[in-house]
C-alpha cells in the first residue's frame, strides 16, 4: 500500500504497544511504525522548524495546521486488520506496561503459561509475556521487589510477580516526563539507580557489594544485590 493511501483518512486512534506505534485510520487501515533505538515522532505547527533534519523523515503526515513528521524508524509500514492479525512481531506480543487499562491478568496468564524454569529476569523481558521493559527498569523492579533474577519463575507466588510487574509499570509511568536536565529515580535517591549500573559499589540499602552478570536466555547483564535479593539456590 503508498503512502498515498492515507490521503483523506481520519486518525482515529494512535496506540503504543512496546516500542510500536499503531496509527489507526478511517477504512481499516493501520500505520505501524517501530521505533527500534533510533526512531521518533514529532508533530510541529506547520512552518516550525524540525529539530532534525528533512533527509532523516521517513513519513511526513500533514493533518490541519500540523505536521507528525516519523524520522529514523526502521519500520514504517501501512497494514490492512488482516496483515495486522498475522504480523509476527505483533500477533504474539503481551501487554504494554505502559498503556491505560493495563492487563495485568491477562500478564499473569502468559508468564504461568510459559517455562516454568525461566528464570525471573527473563520473564520481565519477555515481550510475549509483557511488553515495554526495558533492562534498566526490571533490574530495578526486581531489586525493589527483593527478587533474585535468577530465581525460576515457578517459585514466584503471584502476589510477588504482580507486584514486580505493577512495579515495573509504575516506576517506568514516573520516568515518562520528557523535561531537559531530568534523572530518572527509582523510588529511592532521586537520580539514582538501586543496582543498575553498580556493580562492585555497595547496595544503598544494606552495603552489600552490588553483583553484575551475564544471565538467562538472551545473556542480558542483570544487576542484583546478594543479600537484599536471595538467590534461589
Ligand atoms: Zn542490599
Redesign the pocket.
Known sequence: MPPGALVGRTVESVEARAKHLMVRMSGGVTLHTHMMMTGSWHVYERGARWRKPAWQARLVIECGDHHAVCFDAPVVELLDDHLEREHPSLSSLGPDVLVDPFDLDEVMGRARRTDPTTEAGDVLLDQGIVSGIGNIYRCESLFIERVHPQTPISAVDDATLRSLVLTASRVMRANLVPAQGFSRTFEGQPGKAWVYGRAGRP?L??R?LIVAERTGRDARTAYW?P??QRSPQ
Do not use: G, Q
Open positions: 547496595c540499602r544494606c552489600t544485590c543479600k537484599c
